[in-house]
Nanobody
Framework: QVQLVESGGGLVQAGGSLRLSCAAS????????MGWFRQAPGKEREFVAT????????YYADSVKGRFTISRDSAKNTMYLQMNSLKPEDTAVYYC??????????????????WGQGTQVTVSS
C-alpha cells in the first residue's frame, strides 16, 4: 500500500512563499518519479513539476519555471515544492503523485499511479 501525504498549504499574499511537503510511505521509492499537480476550481488538474526519486532530473511547467523548485530528501522519503513569488493564479489544491513511468517525462495525470489527498494553496491579491 502506497501512501502520499501532503502538507504545508495555506493562505499567502501575492509575492509571498510557501513550501509544500509530500511524505511517502509503503514502498521503496528509489525507482519512482514523483510529481506535483494542481487543480483550481472548475479547471482540469494540471502538471506543475516532476523529479526523479534520485533527484538527478527535474522538469517544470512553463507557468512556474523560475519561481518553484522541486526537491526531495531520500532519507526522509519526502518531496518538497518551494513556491516563491506566488501569484493569485497559483491558487489551487496541490497534489503530489508517484509514477513508475519510463521514457519521456510524464506530465499527464494518467501517468501517475499514486496520489495524495491534496493541500489547499490560496494566494490573495
Amino acid at each position: 500500500q502506497v501512501q502520499l501525504v501532503e502538507s504545508g498549504g495555506g493562505l499567502v499574499q501575492a509575492g509571498g512563499s510557501l513550501r509544500l511537503s509530500c511524505a511517502a510511505s509503503g514502498r521503496t521509492f528509489s525507482s519512482y518519479r514523483m510529481g506535483w499537480f494542481r487543480q483550481a476550481p472548475g479547471k482540469e488538474r494540471e502538471f506543475v513539476a516532476t523529479i526523479t526519486w534520485t533527484g538527478t532530473s527535474t522538469y517544470y511547467a512553463d507557468s512556474v519555471k523560475g519561481r518553484f523548485t522541486i526537491s526531495r530528501d531520500s532519507a526522509k522519503n519526502t518531496m518538497y515544492l518551494q513556491m516563491n513569488s506566488l501569484k493569485p493564479e497559483d491558487t489551487a489544491v496541490y497534489y503530489c503523485a508517484a509514477s513508475t513511468h519510463r521514457g519521456a517525462v510524464p506530465v499527464a495525470p494518467g501517468s501517475y499511479e499514486y496520489w495524495g489527498q491534496g493541500t489547499q494553496v490560496t494566494v490573495s491579491s
